[in-house]
């Protein structure tokens, strides 16, 4: 059986076969499914909960 698996950054789940893994030097394993989302954690340096389209945003201030 196949796991499913959810993007790091936005939330969203990723069908299998599709999306990027991406291993950091400290060995943490980062899913992605598209380069928005990738750019926008390792280029950009955004945090998921600060960004409105993301699942993970939070409203409350």
Known sequence: ???RRSCSFCGTGIE???GK???KKD????YFCK???QKNMLD???IPRRTEWSKHYSKSK
């Open 16 to 18: 299998p076969g599709t």
């Open 27 to 30: 060995g943490t394993v980062l």
């Open 1 to 3: 059986m196949v796991e």
């Open 35 to 37: 380069n928005k989302c």
């Open 44 to 46: 950009l340096k955004r």
């Open 21 to 23: 893994m991406y291993v």
